[in-house]
């Protein structure tokens, strides 16, 4: 079964600082990997998404690398801004075993980033 | 457009109620999901629709029976729930849900759900 973990919990920051989330996963046998954002009481907008075959991709101040065969994923934001605080949830997409298909989620990393 | 539609955004209801959630998108996709949040917790599926079919039950109880009309809607109907189930409700679609392809997949804002 999938497992996907990510470190840390809770992340304090000033604003402009560059910051990185950690994402890790037990199976390697994934068809993709997305990485969300959630704000308290809201849904889930979705960041990026890197295709198993990929190795990182990028929005604006966002990128985010992957390396499946250590099942390991990164989130790296630069220049923070307030409106960055948010939870960050990194997820995969399964393509074996009895989690094939579903998307797992880590327990997620909770930003707050400060004036 | 890249949107998934939630109504209503707040529910209370009693444990005697019955009340139903609607999901609705328009991006062609043909995989849709419930899902179940619980305060400061990640998302936990309940149901996946391939091609308006249940593929996907995750031992959700009967109180929560799931409806897919049309390859755009998405019902949830809640019947005798539990004051535990008050949670978050998610919809989200994927243009599929298996094979290789992109597969990315897109929330709705959600249904804050109180059970009284």
């Known amino acids: 079964k999938q497992e996907v973990t990510q470190i840390p919990a809770a992340l304090s920051v000033p604003e402009g600082e560059n910051l990185v989330l950690n994402c890790s996963f037990t199976?390697?046998?994934?068809?993709?990997l997305q990485w969300f954002r959630q704000d308290p009481g809201k849904g889930l907008t979705s960041l990026l998404l890197i295709q198993s075959s990929q190795r990182e991709q990028t929005s604006g101040r966002l990128n985010a690398s992957l390396d499946k065969s250590s099942g390991r994923s990164t989130l790296y934001i630069a220049a923070s801004q307030p409106g960055d605080s948010a939870t960050y949830l990194c997820?995969?997409?399964?393509?074996?075993?009895?989690?094939?298909?579903?998307?797992?989620f880590g327990q997620g990393t909770i930003l707050t980033v400060h004036p | 457009d890249t949107e998934v539609t939630q109504t209503p955004k707040h529910l209370v209801m009693g444990m005697t109620n019955k009340k139903s959630l609607k999901c609705e998108q328009h991006m062609g996709h043909r995989a849709m999901y419930w899902y179940k949040q619980k305060a400061k917790k990640p998302p936990e599926l309940m149901f996946v629709?391939?091609?308006?079919?249940?593929?996907i039950n995750e031992s959700v109880p009967s109180r929560f029976s799931p409806e897919c009309p049309n390859s755009s809607l998405l019902n949830l109907h809640l019947h005798a729930l539990q004051p535990e189930d008050s949670a978050l409700y998610l919809c989200?679609?994927?243009?599929?849900?298996?094979?290789?392809?992109?597969?990315?997949?897109?929330f709705g804002p959600g249904t804050r759900l109180t059970v009284t």
């Open positions: 997820a995969v997409r399964s393509a074996g075993g009895t989690s094939y298909g579903k998307l797992t």
């Open positions: 199976d390697s046998a994934i068809y993709n």
């Open positions: 989200a679609s994927s243009q599929r849900f298996t094979g290789t392809s992109s597969h990315e997949q897109y």
């Open positions: 629709y391939s091609y308006e079919k249940l593929s």
